[in-house]
T-cell receptor, first 118, second 113 residues
Framework: GAVVSQHPSRVICKSGTSVKIECRSL??????MFWYRQFPKQSLMLMAT?????????EQGVEKDKFLINHASLTLSTLTVTSAHPEDSSFYIC??????????????FGDGTRLSIL | EDKVVQSPLSLVVHEGDTVTLNCSYE??????LLWYKQEKKAPTFLFML????IEKKSGRLSSILDKKELFSILNITATQTGDSAVYLC?????????????FGKGTRLSVIA
C-alpha cells in the first residue's frame, strides 16, 4: 500500500537551532503534501499545504518565514523550523494522498517527528 | 467555519466490552469522512466513508456514515487492550480530492484487562 516516510522521528536541540524535517512518498508521486502539527492531547492542526513546483499555502496564524516549506520534487517535501524556540516543541506530521481512482484514496501519514526545543 | 466534533473525549472500558465512538461534522462541500487510530506515532488509517448507510467492517471494527444527520459512528466489539489508542475522525471536503483533512479532537480509549 501507499507509504509516506518521515525523517527524523525525534529531534532534541537547543533554542535558536533550525531543524529540517523530510517527508517522502515512497511508492507514489504526490503533487500535494500536507503538514500538520499536534500539541499534547490535542488534535492534528493543519499548518500548510505543500505544492510541488510552487509556493506553499499556509494556514492563518502560521508564519511562513518561520516554517519554510520546499516541495522540490514529486516525492519530497521538507519543512524547516527556523530559529526554533521551546514553544515550537510539538509533534509534526506530514501526509499525502496517492493519486488516481478519483477521490477514493485516503491520506496516508508519515510516522511524525517529535521536536523538543530546550 | 468547518468543524468536526467527537464524543466522548475519553472512555475507559474493560476487555470484552463493546464501544461506540461518535463523530459529528459541519463542513462545506463534504467529500468523505475518515477514521484513524493513533497510538504513539502518526495516525493509521481505519476507514473511509463517502456514502450514507453503508457499513464498513474490518474485524471487530465497523463504521457507518449518516450524511443526512451529519455524523458517523465507529464501533469496536470485544475490545482488547491493544485497542487502547486515540481514535481520530477527520473530514475531507472540496471537489479536487486533494484538500487537507479537518480533524476532531479525538476519543482516547483505554481498555483495561
Amino acid at each position: 500500500g501507499a507509504v509516506v516516510s518521515q525523517h527524523p522521528s525525534r529531534v532534541i536541540c537547543k533554542s535558536g537551532t533550525s531543524v529540517k524535517i523530510e517527508c517522502r512518498s515512497l511508492d507514489f508521486q504526490a503533487t500535494t503534501m500536507f503538514w500538520y502539527r499536534q500539541f499534547p492531547k490535542q488534535s492534528l492542526m493543519l499548518m500548510a499545504t505543500s505544492n510541488e513546483g510552487s509556493k506553499a499555502t499556509y494556514e492563518q496564524g502560521v508564519e511562513k518565514d518561520k516554517f519554510l516549506i520546499n516541495h522540490a520534487s514529486l516525492t519530497l517535501s521538507t519543512l524547516t523550523v527556523t530559529s526554533a524556540h521551546p514553544e515550537d516543541s510539538s509533534f509534526y506530521i506530514c501526509s499525502a494522498r496517492p493519486p488516481g481512482q478519483g477521490t477514493n484514496q485516503p491520506q496516508h501519514f508519515g510516522d511524525g517527528t517529535r521536536l523538543s526545543i530546550l | 467555519e468547518d468543524k468536526v466534533v467527537q464524543s466522548p473525549l475519553s472512555l475507559v472500558v474493560h476487555e470484552g466490552d463493546t464501544v461506540t465512538l461518535n463523530c459529528s461534522y459541519e463542513v462545506t462541500n463534504f467529500r468523505s469522512l475518515l477514521w484513524y487510530k493513533q497510538e504513539k506515532k502518526a495516525p493509521t488509517f481505519l476507514f473511509m466513508l463517502t456514502s450514507s448507510g453503508i457499513e464498513k467492517k474490518s474485524g471487530r471494527l465497523s463504521s457507518i456514515l449518516d450524511k443526512k444527520e451529519l455524523f458517523s459512528i465507529l464501533n469496536i466489539t470485544a475490545t482488547q487492550t491493544g485497542d487502547s489508542a486515540v481514535y481520530l475522525c477527520a473530514v475531507g471536503f472540496g471537489g479536487s480530492g486533494n484538500t487537507p483533512l479537518v480533524f476532531g479532537k479525538g476519543t482516547r480509549l483505554s481498555v483495561i484487562a
